[in-house]
């Protein structure tokens, strides 16, 4: 062999080895994430489901099976860790990721590829965040959280606020869709309330929608009129496109009725229409 060739063949050899790796590895994930998907679901995951999803329930077959498919795919990939002394149980598994799969039914997004792992507390955990006081001085505060989602990879759940969150699908208040909506939000390395969308028009639209929305919430709270969108909404645009998410899926009669514009791009974003499990 020339001597002088062979940085030439080197770097064929790399290129057709990394052209291998980029069509081999999105390759190998469909193909272990079908068989994932085609495997019998167990019946104790389906007890859980009944005994803890209501929502589940209200879910047309074609849906429960999808659904059933993404909560294998979810738990094979994202470990659930216990924090405080907990220990995790197929239970807590089962139900976090039934909640975390619903906004995944409507658009194949990938399993927030983003997200590495899920830390999970036996009640609220305190975290501490800078407050900025008068005169420009910041400072520690703690607070107590049922929830809380980053973007470097990691969300972190009450297990407490998750069963109360199951438990009743129809309070429009649900920590693992809320906090599961800031991964998406979060998809594109920062939180902003506008997820990753379709094209500028879609954008256009949403932006448009959102910022109407959020303007009147904040409207509405500071003369103390009622609201379906809790206050937490007004937060930030983060907070209120998450906030929003949490009706979408639990109260979508009252969010489509009372905020329309809300509820069609919510519905276009997550292609799906809650209104027909009624």
């Not at 081999?24 to 193909?31: F, N, T, Y």
């Not at 009147?216 to 206050?231: K, N, Q, V, Y």
Request: proline share 6%; glycine share 8%.
């Amino acid at each position: 062999m020339d001597i002088n060739a062979l940085p030439l063949l080197l770097t064929i050899a790399f290129g057709l080895g990394l052209i291998g790796w980029l069509a081999g590895g999105p390759l190998l994930q469909r193909r272990r994430r079908q068989k994932l998907r085609e495997q019998p679901f167990p019946q104790a995951w389906r007890r859980i489901l009944r005994r803890r999803l209501p929502l589940f329930q209200r879910l047309p077959a074609n849906l429960q099976m999808r659904l059933k498919q993404d909560i294998q795919v979810f738990l094979a990939e994202k470990p659930i860790l216990g924090c405080g002394g907990l220990t995790v149980t197929d239970e807590m598994r089962v139900s976090i990721a039934a909640q975390a799969c619903l906004p995944l039914l409507g658009a194949r997004r990938g399993y927030y590829p983003k997200l590495k792992q899920i830390l999970l507390y036996p009640g609220a955990f305190v975290v501490d965040r800078p407050v900025n006081q008068a005169g420009g001085v910041q400072m520690e505060q703690r607070r107590a959280l049922a929830g809380e989602s980053w973007v470097q990879g990691q969300v972190l759940l009450s297990w407490r606020d998750v069963q109360a969150g199951a438990a009743d699908p129809d309070d429009g208040h649900n920590v693992v869709i809320h906090e599961f909506a800031h991964q998406l939000d979060q998809a594109k390395g920062h939180a902003n309330g506008a997820p990753q969308l379709a094209n500028k028009r879609a954008y256009r639209v949403w932006s448009t929608v959102m910022q109407n929305e959020y303007d009147a919430l904040r409207a509405r709270l500071s003369t103390g009129e009622p609201s379906l969108i809790d206050a937490y909404g007004a937060t930030d645009p983060a907070e209120f496109f998450a906030v929003s998410s949490e009706l979408f899926f639990e109260r979508p009669l009252d969010l489509a009725q009372q905020h329309p514009a809300l509820y069609g791009v919510l519905s276009d974003y997550y292609r799906i229409n809650p209104l027909t499990w009624q």
